[in-house]
């Protein structure tokens, strides 16, 4: 029986973006994008697992792509780019919880950006709980996320279900026992937690 829903934030919490921020940036400060993707490539992914400071890693690129500003204004800018919340699938998640289902995030994220969407978006008030790839110590693309997930849940993979729009993670999900979907829509989500109510 499923005790515990995990959402994907991207595309699923977080309103779906058409390009990514790389190719928007890329596009308004007129910065060739082979100068902006290894950066999003290599370091960004290491800061996803803390394997390195994110403001760190990321000034020597600012002063290639000529960012005039600070560090933080630049990562001010970035998340709130990246974070608006769909606020139709959050407050379904509040029907949930107020019926006793808990909900928690799950998301490839670093701790800055962790802390701009628990406190600057106010999704901190909106999941019972979250499970960021920097914490959890591995990105969702590997079994041990989910397998650490469902160890500090107290739960058996079974009584998880997960919700992403990355068939890749539904997959890696699906292969340690959670019950993981493919996020389409929010019709297709109610009529799928139609069983945990």
Known sequence: MIKTILL?????????????????FAER??????????????????????????????LPYLKIWKW???????????FAEESPRDEIVIAYVQDLRAKGVRC??????????????????GLKNAFDGFFFSYDVGHEKDSADYFLEVS????????????????????DVAQSVGIDAHFWTDLSEFKAGTLGVL
């Open 29 to 58: 400060y007129h910065i060739p994008l082979a100068e902006i993707m290894p950066f999003f490539k290599n370091e960004m992914r290491q800061t996803f697992v803390n394997k390195a400071d994110l403001k760190e890693v990321l």
């Open 104 to 121: 928690y995030l799950a998301t490839d994220r670093e701790k800055y950006w962790a802390h701009y969407l628990l406190e600057t978006t």
């Open 68 to 78: 005039e500003g600070s560090v933080d204004e630049f990562l001010a800018y970035w």
């Open 151 to 170: 160890r500090r849940l107290g739960l058996p993979p079974t009584e998880v279900s997960y919700w992403d729009d990355d068939q890749k993670n539904v």
């Open 8 to 24: 994907d934030a991207d595309g699923v919490a977080i309103r779906k973006r058409e390009r990514f921020f790389s190719e928007r």
